[in-house]
């Protein structure tokens, strides 16, 4: 059965880091289009990274130079570095895979992606 999961997500002091996990099991995911999302309660689920199949990287301007998207098509794993985390981190966290090779601009859209992990809670705090 095709799924990914996350794993990574915590609690944190601002500043901090952390590093997301998405396993991808029963296809290859990697080799897509795949990207980063997070949601707080009450507000649109928001893209804030993608990785092209080639590992072309693209960041919402809100985690631009803080956060890190990267893959290991060896692993089928997607993952999302976190540092200098600040309060408006503190969110769902969610992978998404496309079935495109090419993010393009649907990158940040939630309806551009077909399969979504389950979330990992990410909590930065003061």
């Known amino acids: 059965q095709a799924q990914l999961v996350e794993s990574g997500g915590g609690s944190v002091q601002a500043g901090g880091s952390l590093r997301l996990s998405c396993a991808a099991s029963?296809?290859?995911?990697?080799?897509?289009?795949m990207g980063w999302f997070r949601q707080v309660p009450g507000k649109e689920r928001e893209g804030i990274a993608a990785?092209?199949?080639?590992?072309?990287?693209y960041y919402a301007d809100s985690v631009k130079g803080r956060f890190t998207i990267s893959k290991d098509n060896t692993k089928n794993t997607l993952y999302l570095q976190m540092n200098r985390l600040k309060l408006e981190d503190s969110a769902m966290y969610y992978c998404?895979?496309?079935?495109?090779?090419?993010?393009?601009?649907?990158?940040?859209?939630?309806?551009?992606?077909?399969?979504w992990g389950q979330g990992t809670q990410v909590t930065v705090s003061s």
């Open positions: 029963g296809y290859p995911y990697t080799s897509y289009c």
């Open positions: 998404a895979s496309d079935s495109r090779y090419w993010c393009g601009d649907g990158r940040y859209s939630e309806s551009a992606y077909d399969d």
């Open positions: 990785i092209d199949s080639d590992g072309s990287t």
